[in-house]
């Protein structure tokens, strides 16, 4: 099943590229795959992933980032939500769980990323994700270059920050960090929400970026857009990182939550308590 879907992706990939004979074509090769993980083994593979701890902190975010099976593990089955298998990052409510750079921190979560084991320059990265519902919760789907930020350039291929209607894209370089203007929205048809499984995706080559929700263009970005603001900081290679974020500087600007925690409303502290804070992921996948 799990090969079902990733070539049904692979073949709308071909489909809303606008190719007619899509139907006609092999929707996958073995070797324009440069990276594939489909989480079927019993725990995280520290050859394709290296796994962040206690002495990362960034953008005000209310966690810190734990090395440890209460926060990346990987579920079969029923616990697999629809998958035959996935990797979980969990949530969870520690109080005072460690003080890092003066900061008490309640809560903790995971990271991973590809850095220095996978890096790619140009490609498709797609991943299939199931994310949970709450304000102030703040999943993300990225890439990174492997030098300083952000002169070696940002591609977010997926945030979402706790409104379960839509995710966003975007692109951070010199001159287009932070508030940057390459960003887009995408809001889900009826009937679909962030709650659902969906394949997000981008294909970025040295003309620009097209970013995919599902096969479907949502966001076009053309590197004369880019050079507008600044520097194209995209020939470099990039690594991908999968996180969950709870609270801090994106859902704050969203929600306006102030109390009990910075963008994280007590409704969400809840369901991190219930044990609803989750992002599953069934595959990821980079193409070259």
Do not use: C
Not at 35 to 56: A, C, H, M, P, Q
Not at 76 to 87: F, M, Q, S
Not at 240 to 254: E, F, M, S
């Amino acid at each position: 099943m799990k090969r079902f879907f990733l070539k049904i992706f692979l073949a709308l990939t071909l489909i809303f590229s606008g190719n007619s004979y899509a139907q006609d074509l092999p929707v996958s090769t073995e070797t324009d795959t440069l990276f594939y993980d489909d989480f079927s083994g019993t725990s995280l593979d520290r050859e394709k992933w290296n796994v962040i701890g206690t002495d990362f902190w960034v953008n005000n975010e209310q966690q810190v980032y734990v090395d440890s099976t209460a926060t990346i593990f990987t579920v079969e089955g029923a616990d697999a939500k629809g998958a035959e298998n996935a990797l979980v990052l969990k949530a969870h409510y520690s109080p005072s769980f460690i003080t890092f750079r003066g900061n008490d921190f309640d809560f903790i979560s995971g990271r991973i990323d590809t850095r220095d084991k996978v890096m790619f320059t140009y490609g498709t990265a797609a991943a299939r994700m199931k994310l949970p519902k709450g304000s102030g919760f703040w999943p993300a789907f990225w890439a990174l270059g492997g030098g300083d930020w952000p002169e070696t350039g940002e591609i977010d291929i997926m945030e979402y920050v706790g409104e379960t209607d839509w995710i966003g894209v975007a692109l951070h370089g010199p001159g287009y960090s932070g508030e940057t203007p390459l960003v887009n929205k995408y809001f889900f048809p009826e009937g679909e929400d962030v709650t659902d499984w969906h394949v997000y995706s981008v294909e970025w080559t040295p003309e620009g970026f097209d970013f995919k929700v599902d096969g479907r263009l949502i966001y076009r970005v053309t590197k004369p857009m880019v050079e507008h603001y600044g520097k194209w900081a995209f020939d470099n290679p990039k690594f991908l990182i999968l996180n969950l974020a709870l609270g801090g500087a994106y859902p704050y600007k969203t929600n306006g939550v102030e109390e009990p925690y910075k963008g994280i409303p007590a409704s969400t502290v809840e369901l991190i308590k219930e044990g609803k804070a989750e992002v599953l992921i069934d595959w990821v996948l980079i193409r070259k």
